[in-house]
T-cell receptor, first 112, second 116 residues
Framework: RKEVEQDPGPFNVPEGATVAFNCTYS??????FFWYRQDCRKEPKLLMS???SGNEDGRFTAQLNRASQYISLLIRDSKLSDSATYLC?????????????FGKGTTLSVSS | DADVTQTPRNRITKTGKRIMLECSQT?????MYWYRQDPGLGLRLIYY???????NKGEISDGYSVSRQAQAKFSLSLESAIPNQTALYFC???????????????FGEGSRLTVL
């Protein structure tokens, strides 16, 4: 099992839809989790951290399920500008602040 | 101006040539990284450096070398380029361990390398 796995998609949704992505990780001792966003041919940028208690930033909600070893990203009221690739990122155990492990990404396409 | 600058942005070269990708940053971060991105494979870590005297291999360091010339500069070299090193290369920075690590990497805009 790979360290970080994501459904590559693409997820094709209309504007206004709610869409959710999951990401599974193999190392149960992993410490920190994040979602990054990457626009086509651009660099990745941090979207949000994922906290144990779950966290929300506007239309975006991130959740962590340690028991099942997955994190999720929920996007409500999708906008055209949400079209991008969403990368799940994990910091492995005993590697605090060092190399992040990136998932391959899930592609979202929002259409009008 | 970008906080993390990579040069060149695009390069086409031939098998066997030596190539250097350069990265400079104005963010004052101690930690710097080189990643490569391939379709279907995602971002993979090549090398990382926590300060000028610290160099660490990442997941896929074979065929690459790095130099940390100063806190702000981190270069990646391909001593003898081969076609399967064709990829999009990203430099990134983050804060040092003295700060709370927020998980945020700051990426450059990428260097697209094609090896023929």
């Amino acid at each position: 099992r790979k360290e970080v796995e994501q459904d590559p998609g693409p997820f094709n949704v209309p504007e206004g839809a709610t869409v959710a992505f999951n990401c599974t990780y193999s190392n149960s001792a992993s410490q920190s989790f994040f979602w990054y966003r990457q626009d086509c041919r651009k660099e990745p940028k941090l979207l949000m951290s994922v906290y144990s208690s779950g966290n929300e930033d506007g239309r975006f909600t991130a959740q962590l399920n340690r028991a099942s070893q997955y994190i999720s990203l929920l996007i409500r009221d999708s906008k055209l500008s949400d079209s991008a690739t969403y990368l799940c990122v994990v910091i492995p155990a005993n590697q605090a602040g060092t190399a992040l492990i990136f998932g391959k990404g899930t592609t979202l396409s929002v259409s009008s | 101006d970008a906080d993390v600058t990579q040069t060149p942005r695009n390069r086409i070269t031939k098998t066997g040539k030596r190539i250097m990708l350069e990265c400079s940053q104005t963010k004052g971060h101690d930690r710097m990284y080189w990643y490569r991105q391939d379709p279907g494979l995602g971002l993979r870590l090549i090398y990382y450096s926590f300060d000028v005297k610290d160099i660490n291999k990442g997941e896929i360091s074979d065929g690459y070398s790095v130099s940390r010339q100063a806190q702000a500069k981190f270069s990646l070299s391909l001593e003898s380029a081969i076609p399967n090193q064709t990829a999009l290369y990203f430099c990134a920075t983050s804060r040092a361990s003295g700060h709370v690590f927020t998980g945020e990497l700051f990426f450059g805009e990428g260097s697209r390398l094609t090896v023929l």
